[in-house]
């Protein structure tokens, strides 16, 4: 199997693109540069992991919101007014 | 109905078949926008009530949540602007990185099989929460709700926005580590960290 060059990453330079990581927003390269860091760094694998964990444990509490039962009337009634 | 009530269903109709789907996300945003309950609702009506006047503006076949969120967000910012004596709590300096692990690790706080931020935010609830989204200046709290509620991309939230991606990089940037220190903080005021430290909480 062909194996692929990475260029490697510092760990300062892989904390710089911990968000954009995280969220999926880097070029498959760069992708591939982070997770190669991670693999061979584990103060950093470390860090990423904590890093998900808070974002993973907000996002959760945050959607946990119950609508109120007659809203969409209200708005309904609203608009019938227009 | 008469025939003229049954005309204005009809007109409705296709508004109100995109909106209904949306209603819960939007109330979930608006929540973590302003705050209070009556406020959220307030909010998402005025939306509403804005999107429907311009729906004739919607193109179909795009993205009608992106264009309501944009709607929304612009109320909410706008009403903000209004109501400048809501506080931006926080102050716009740098934030270390891992600051909530940190700040945990030196108070001593740990759990049985959990790391000192999972104790942490295991028992923040829901409105502990919210009250350190509240904390976030509006235009960083409008990023973070539309990534954290609803999983928008860096571009969408560009689009909702109406601001370059770069922007919206940065913003979000900054607005998790204001959350994290603004988690820290309810935390605190609020008696949790002295509870999850005293003697008989190890």
């Known amino acids: ?65 119950a609508v109120p039962g007659d809203l969409m009337a209200r708005i309904q009634k609203r608009l019938e007014g227009e | 109905m ?12 296709p508004f109100e078949s995109l909106f209904t789907p949306l209603l819960s996300s939007a109330y979930g945003a608006a ?15 005025e939306a509403a009530l804005q999107a429907f006047r311009a729906y004739h503006t919607f193109q179909p076949g795009t993205n009608f949540k ?19 004596k809501e506080r931006d709590d926080l102050a716009l300096d740098d934030i270390e990185d891992l600051y909530l692990y940190r700040r945990t690790v030196e108070a001593g706080i740990h759990g049985l099989d959990t790391s000192p931020v999972q104790t942490l935010l295991g028992k923040l609830d829901e409105e502990q929460i919210g009250e350190a989204m509240a904390r976030l200046p509006a235009d960083y709290r409008a990023v973070a709700t539309l990534y954290f509620i609803e999983d928008f991309s860096y571009e969408q ?8 991606i770069g922007t919206v990089r940065s913003r979000l940037h900054r607005a998790r580590k204001m959350l994290q220190r603004a988690l820290w903080q309810v935390a605190v005021d609020q008696g949790l960290v002295s509870r999850l430290t005293a003697p008989e909480a190890s």
Request: aromatic residues 6%.
């Open chain 2, 2 to 13: 008469s025939t003229v009530d049954s005309a204005l269903d009809i007109d409705r109709q």
């Open chain 2, 157 to 164: 939230i560009a689009g909702v926005m109406g601001c370059p």
């Open chain 2, 66 to 84: 992106a264009w309501f969120f944009r709607i929304l967000t612009n109320c909410f910012i706008s009403r903000y602007r209004r109501n400048r």
């Open chain 1, 1 to 65: 199997m062909k194996s692929e060059k990475i260029d490697p990453l510092t760990c300062e330079e892989a904390v710089a693109r911990l968000d954009d990581y995280i969220d999926r927003e880097l070029s498959e390269e760069e992708m591939r540069r982070v997770r190669h860091h991670l693999e061979t760094c584990a103060g950093c694998a470390g860090h990423f992991r904590l890093e998900e964990d808070v974002l993973q444990q907000v996002r959760d509490k945050m959607r946990r919101i």
């Open chain 2, 31 to 45: 929540l973590r926008l302003v705050r209070t309950r009556p406020d959220a609702e307030d909010l998402v009506q």
